[in-house]
């Protein structure tokens, strides 16, 4: 049997009256990159939430690396299971104190800053620039590297490049990628931009209304969708493309 980073069993999230998951059961194998898809509101960024546990399942289970979230310290998870959201956040202070913050938080430090800025694709002498003095897409290698630094064997990016422009976004989605190659990191990425789904992903979710809909290979999804779901869903983005 192959190994999991990730398994969602039958995961239900309620909060007030409204159903934000329903029932989601799915396995990210280790080192894939699954592209999670699918109409807004439909609970992409409320699935990787419950991964590092910033919320809390209310019904199911979601096993990291095979032990179930509220089984895991919760820094050691936070540790393991990185994130990178669609605005970068920056602090202020320099690239490096931006890349050694998460350490700090857990009381270690960055041991090799040079090759970590190798590693996100920013030139060496960036390192004592303040964050604030880069461009969108410098930054978001910067957010990236703060979580690499932590060294986390999965990663959750949402939305990731869709502040970017093209050049900037294919900048961040290459350095990602390398990453992956070097690292073989899992990766649970959401992102609007199918092409971009279409270039980085081994596995599609399509997901709307709280459920994990389907489930496929980059290819096949891309060939022809199983349901009528995930087949509304791309003919209604292909039009959005073309108007
Ligand atoms: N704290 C909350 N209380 C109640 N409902 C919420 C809360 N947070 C999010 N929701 C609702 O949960 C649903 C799913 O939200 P979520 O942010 O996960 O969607 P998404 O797929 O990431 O959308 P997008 O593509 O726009 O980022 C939405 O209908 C949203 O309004
Ligand atoms: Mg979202």
Not at 186 to 200: F, Y
Not at 212 to 234: I, N, W
Request: aromatic letters at 6%; proline letters at 4%; charged letters at 25%.
């Amino acid at each position: 049997m192959g190994r999991y980073a990730i398994e969602f069993d039958d995961l239900s999230l309620r909060i007030a009256q409204e159903e934000l998951l329903r029932g989601v059961s799915g396995k990210v194998e280790e080192g894939c990159i699954v592209a999670l898809i699918g109409p807004s509101g439909a609970g992409k960024s409320t699935l990787m939430s419950v991964c590092n546990l910033m919320r809390t399942p209310t019904a199911g289970n979601v096993y990291v690396d095979g032990r179930e979230v509220r089984e895991w310290p919760v820094r050691k998870l936070r540790q393991k299971v990185g994130m990178v959201f669609q605005s970068p956040t920056i602090f202020p202070g320099t690239v490096e104190e931006n890349l050694a913050y998460g350490l700090k938080l857990h009381g270690q430090s960055l041991q090799d800053p040079g090759s970590l800025l190798q590693d996100i694709g920013l030139d060496s002498d960036l390192r004592t620039r303040p964050g604030t003095e880069l461009s969108g897409g410098q930054k978001q290698r910067v957010a990236l590297g703060r979580t690499l630094a932590m060294q986390p064997d999965i990663l959750l990016l949402d939305e990731v490049t869709s502040a970017l422009d093209v050049h900037a976004k294919l900048e961040v989605e290459r350095t990602i990628l390398r990453l992956h190659d070097q690292r073989h990191t899992s990766m649970l990425w959401v992102t609007h931009d199918l092409e971009q789904a279409r270039r980085v992903a081994d596995i599609i979710w399509f997901m709307a209304e709280g459920r994990l809909v389907e489930t496929a290979d980059a290819d096949s999804f891309f060939a022809r969708p199983q349901t009528t779901e995930a087949r509304r869903f791309m003919e209604m983005m292909a039009e959005g493309e073309t108007r």
